[in-house]
């Protein structure tokens, strides 16, 4: 039984609305997926941008795998995403779009133990919704610990 990995970027919720989402694979060397195995990746500050009609996720970090020899991977390196051509078109013609860009969401292990990643297509958050949804999270935090108390 394999552990599965769950690696959430938890800034694109409070920077961006969400309009569309896809689950998406990853190319990854052997070292790469052994790193991802083991938690040791982050997607905080990355974002996807298409390169000769293929999409690409930009800035992700993969911690290099301890146990790795000279064929390690580099830390941040462009890493291709596997989409129909279909869902690529459609991206490729809503990012076209002033204003809106691709995000990673959620990296993650499947059943198969294959790395996927959720990414979407999202529209940049001004000042006043991100003090919107910090009171919608105060709001419901306080509702959590009155019924906790219950």
Do not use: W
């Not at 830390?75 to 809106?100: A, C, M």
Request: proline share 1%.
């Amino acid at each position: 039984m394999q552990k599965t990995v769950n690696i959430l970027n938890k800034r694109a919720k409070f920077d961006y609305e969400i309009l569309d989402r896809y689950t998406a694979g990853i190319v990854l060397t052997g070292t790469e997926i052994k790193s991802i195995r083991l938690g040791k990746a982050a997607i905080t500050e990355s974002f996807c941008e298409f390169n000769d009609g293929e999409l690409f996720v930009i800035n992700s970090h993969i911690e290099e795998y301890l146990y790795g020899t000279h064929y390690n991977h580099k830390t941040k390196s462009e890493r291709k995403l596997l989409l129909n051509k279909k869902e690529l078109k459609k991206l490729f013609k809503d990012s076209d779009n002033k204003g809106l860009t691709i995000v990673p969401l959620r990296l993650f292990t499947n059943e198969k133990g294959l790395a996927k990643l959720d990414i979407a297509l999202c529209r940049g958050k001004k000042n006043y919704d991100k003090r919107e949804s910090l009171k919608e999270q105060d709001t419901k935090r306080d509702l959590d610990r009155i019924k906790k108390s219950f």
